[in-house]
């Protein structure tokens, strides 16, 4: 399985791509889509459209995860971090892939064993489990976190899927 991590916002966007096999992890690449500040908001969510969408022919993953927004003082900062985000969850599913969305908290916990990890723990944490990784900066080492947490949850995500399915059938 080849995941595509997400992390969402309208500066930058990081994204980190790793390969699973079984237990098994495997750092691929990773980076991050900026747009340009100095445009109107419809302009740089088209550079964030392109970049991810970029991403995804260039590295061609199987599936993709983003990490859910948390709530700002500013609201809007929250709408356009939403929007953003909502570009990171549209061009994935365009290109047919399943998309899953994890909170902060579940992804630092997964990464780091606890929900309120410090950035610095994050990242080291990513780096141990990605050896040889050359993390470019900090939305890119967010973004590798997401998709371990992916790497974690995707099969159990894929059970109980498929359980609810076919539980909605036989009803």
Request: charged residues 20%.
């Amino acid at each position: 399985m080849r995941l595509l991590g997400l992390d969402p916002g309208l500066r930058h966007t990081g994204w980190g791509i790793i390969e699973v096999e079984g237990n098994s992890l495997r750092h691929l690449g990773n980076g991050a889509v900026a747009s340009d500040g100095t445009l109107g908001l419809s302009e740089r969510l088209v550079q964030l459209y392109d970049g991810i969408n970029q991403v995804i022919i260039d590295w061609q993953p199987t599936e993709a995860a983003v990490e859910e927004t948390f709530v700002n003082k500013n609201p809007v900062s929250t709408l356009k971090l939403g929007q953003a985000r909502g570009i990171a969850l549209l061009v994935p599913s365009l290109h047919g892939l399943a998309v899953e969305e994890y909170a902060p908290n579940k992804i630092k916990k997964s990464v780091v064993g606890a929900g309120h990890a410090g950035k610095h723990q994050i990242h080291a944490m990513v780096g141990m489990l990605l050896p040889g990784c050359k993390i470019s900066n900090e939305h890119a080492a967010d973004a590798l976190a997401v998709a371990i947490c992916h790497a974690h949850y995707a099969g159990s995500n894929r059970s109980l899927k498929k359980a609810t399915m076919m539980v909605g059938r036989s009803t």
